[in-house]
């Protein structure tokens, strides 16, 4: 069956379901469309310019040829949530010992910092099994050899292990950030610098809760999105593109608010 076939099926049902709430459907609808015009968006991409990310703090990278999780298209510009990017040059430039990519997806923030850090270790984990092929692919790909993935449960009580070296702790859980990022359960995250994505999306107040439990240690820095993207250096093909097809390239499939926190220990 086609994708366009498929689509089409999928927004029959979904129109078709019932329910009092006409503007819930509709909006569920435009994600779908949206979504789909992503995809064929992602393979003019691909066609015009391969998997190299074409700028960004990762330029250069060869990425994968699809994305497990969420938006592909931002990857390969560059633009990728673009509001972290001044906080990722700093990380680089920190040169810490160990970072710890817990929730790593794919491997796109794994991969990219190990190539640009190669004197520091850092380490993968993600529970969801699928992505150990790709993962895996793309630290070959790219020639990467100081990294390394785990599928195993990351729990509060591991982060000692790495309390005697330099970490920075870069978490992106969807929402079990709350049980993890807890300095009662892992005193040790005192010492540690940690950049996270609060999901209050999913878990309301969780951006309050973080802030709360680091601010006697912590200086911290809300790096929230209102969507907005700058692109250099774009590709002749891009131009040629429909200014909304333009504008859906950027977009990262968000349902809602997912600021970072920067979180830099005073110790």
């Known amino acids: 069956m086609s994708l366009n076939k498929t689509i089409l099926d999928r927004l029959a049902v979904d129109l078709n379901l019932p329910s009092s709430n006409d503007e819930h459907k509709l909006n569920n609808a435009l994600r779908l469309l949206a979504k789909w015009r992503h995809l064929l968006i992602q393979n003019t991409f691909i066609q015009n310019h391969g998997t190299s990310i074409l700028s960004g703090p990762f330029k250069g990278i ?4 699809g994305s497990l999780e969420g938006c592909y298209v931002p990857k390969l ?27 790593s997806a794919e491997g796109y923030y794994a991969t990219g910092f190990a190539k640009r850090m ?13 992505v150990r092929k790709p993962i895996i692919e793309l630290l070959k790909n790219n020639s990467v050899t100081n990294c390394t993935y785990s599928d195993i449960i990351f729990l509060p009580d ?29 005193p040790s995250l005192e010492k540690m610098d940690i950049v996270v994505e609060s999901h209050d999306c999913l878990v309301k107040g969780m951006t309050n809760t973080i802030i709360e439990r680091f601010s006697k240690t912590h200086d911290i820095e809300v790096v929230t999105d209102d969507g907005a993207r700058q692109l250099s250096n774009m590709p002749r093909w891009f131009f040629d593109l429909a200014h909304l097809d333009q504008i859906l390239s950027c977009w990262e499939w968000r349902s809602g608010p997912t600021p970072w926190l920067i979180l830099k220990a005073r110790n």
Do not use: M, R, W
């Open 77 to 103: 510009l560059g633009c990728y949530e673009q509001p972290l990017h001044k906080h990722i040059e700093d990380i680089i430039s920190e040169k810490y010992e160990i970072i710890l990519n817990i929730g």
């Open 62 to 65: 060869n990425f994968l040829s």
């Open 118 to 130: 190669p004197e520091t270790l850092v380490l993968a984990f993600d529970l969801n099994l699928k």
């Open 158 to 186: 591991q982060f000692q292990s790495f309390s005697q070296k330099k970490t920075l702790v870069f978490c992106d859980i969807e929402g079990e950030e709350k049980g993890l990022l807890d300095l009662k359960l892992a």
